[in-house]
Every structure is written in structure tokens, then in C-alpha cells.
């Protein structure tokens, strides 16, 4: 389940914190982002039924502050995201309750993309002197993004 190419996601490392991630990383740094945008998905679906709706809008989604801030710095940096492989990556999940309105649908790269930005800074914040990410500064970093998101 492919969210995206391995040179994108090595560009936003590069892009958001200078970091060079290594090849062998990007299928780690994949599943892990598939895992958080479900998780997201799931609590958006949650909030469309308690809103007595059928539909899962972009309001549904629980995207805090620091979350909105990171999407604002995630687009500074002009990376852009294809939404064929993050639809193809779903595709492979159960299926949701409900569907996803157009508008959430066409947010969905600008999504993953900042669920990398946030791990490639996370990353950053435990070498900062570092230029090549580590494998366990990788795994520290997808810890903290399964407790925080």
C-alpha cells in the first residue's frame, strides 16, 4: 500500500528539515502515515454519524492547530502529492461507513503530506545536528505521531 513515491517523501524530508531519509525508510515512513490517515479517517467517520450525517466532511476530520499549522508549512514548501496512490492505498482498508465529500477527497495529498512534514520535524527534533535519519530516531518519532494523532 503505496501512499506515495519513494523521491517525494524523500523530498519533503529534505524540505522540511534537511534530512536525508534512506531508501530502506520510505516503506516504514508509508506505513506508518497509512496507519495515522486512517486512524484519521476513522474519527472523522465517527464525528459524520454524530452529526447525523452520511457523509464525511473535511470539519470531521480532527486536525488541531499545531496540525493546521504544520498543513500551512507543509505548503510552503511546494511539494505536491498525487491522490490516485493515497485513494489506492484506502482502497485496501476496510472500507468506511461513510463517504468521503469531494472537498475532504481533494485534501487528502495536502493531508499525508503534512503527516510526513510532522514526522520528517519530529525526526529533527531528536538529531538535530544529524543529516541522515536512524532507525531509532525513526521509530521514537512514529511512537510520539501514534500517541499524539
Not at 486512524?39 to 473535511?58: M, P
Request: glycine letters at 4%.
Amino acid at each position: 500500500m503505496k501512499v506515495e513515491g519513494a523521491y517525494k517523501i524523500e523530498q519533503i524530508f529534505k524540505k522540511a528539515a534537511s534530512l536525508k531519509l534512506p531508501k530502506n525508510k520510505v516503506l516504514e515512513v508509508t506505513e506508518a502515515v497509512d496507519r495515522k490517515l486512517y486512524d484519521l479517517l476513522k474519527t472523522a467517520e465517527t464525528n459524520a454519524g454524530y452529526n447525523g450525517r452520511d457523509v464525511i466532511w473535511l470539519s470531521d476530520v480532527p486536525l488541531t492547530n499545531a496540525m493546521r499549522e504544520s498543513m500551512r508549512l507543509f505548503g510552503e514548501i511546494e511539494e505536491e502529492l498525487e491522490l490516485k496512490p493515497i485513494l489506492d492505498m484506502l482502497a485496501g482498508r476496510p472500507p468506511l461507513k461513510y463517504e468521503l465529500e469531494v472537498a475532504l477527497e481533494k485534501r487528502l495529498p495536502e493531508i499525508v503530506g503534512t503527516l510526513i512534514f510532522i514526522l520528517a520535524k519530529i525526526v529533527k527534533e531528536f538529531s538535530p545536528k544529524d543529516r541522515v535519519v536512524g532507525e531509532d530516531e525513526l521509530k521514537r518519532a512514529f511512537r510520539i505521531l501514534d500517541l499524539t494523532i
